[in-house]
């Protein structure tokens, strides 16, 4: 470590670790795929914020429900007549509120949705890490903008995880 960081360390202006924000498009992603990004997110650093979106009222997925004793947060996202994408607006919109904040240097995105791109260059313009976890049907523009892309592969016998595969990175 310089010596500059390791001043800005001791007077509590620079944190070596990744602060991170697990935030899952709990629409279009799988409660297994989502637990595995919360495990991979508690080895890189402090996890500081687990929430999935979606409208729990009309479309609860099931499993996500044993996810609230891990520190997931289930953020309801009504849908607004003639709005398709209001899950991924209300995401994008937490990702960009967090980012503003400093808070948070590194996020967890669960989504393989290619219309998280242009959030994903944002927070990349923001200082921001940005790992994308998915399973294999994620978009492959998606997949290259993130700094690491990780594919949980869910075994369908069992319904458990197998070890990851890097697909960029």
């Not at 609860?60 to 609230?68: E, F, R, S, T």
């Amino acid at each position: 470590m310089s010596i500059f960081k390791k001043l800005l360390e001791n007077l509590g202006w620079f944190n070596p670790e990744p602060e991170i924000a697990v935030l899952v498009d709990a629409e279009n992603i799988s409660p297994k795929v989502a637990e595995y990004a919360i495990d991979q997110a508690r080895q890189m650093g402090s996890v500081r914020i687990i929430r999935a979106y979606a409208n729990w009222i009309d479309n609860n997925p099931q499993g996500y429900v044993d996810l609230v004793s891990r520190g997931l947060h289930r953020v309801q996202v009504d849908k607004l007549r003639g709005r398709k994408n209001s899950t991924d607006i209300a995401l994008s919109a937490e990702a960009a509120y967090l980012a503003g904040r400093g808070k948070v240097n590194t996020f967890v995105l669960v989504s393989g949705d290619q219309d998280f791109v242009p959030l994903v260059q944002t927070l990349k313009l923001a200082g921001c890490t940005v790992i994308g976890v998915a399973d294999r049907q994620a978009a492959l523009d998606l997949r290259p903008a993130c700094h690491r892309f990780l594919i949980a592969e869910i075994a369908p016998a069992r319904r458990s995880l197998a070890a990851p595969v890097v697909a960029v990175g």
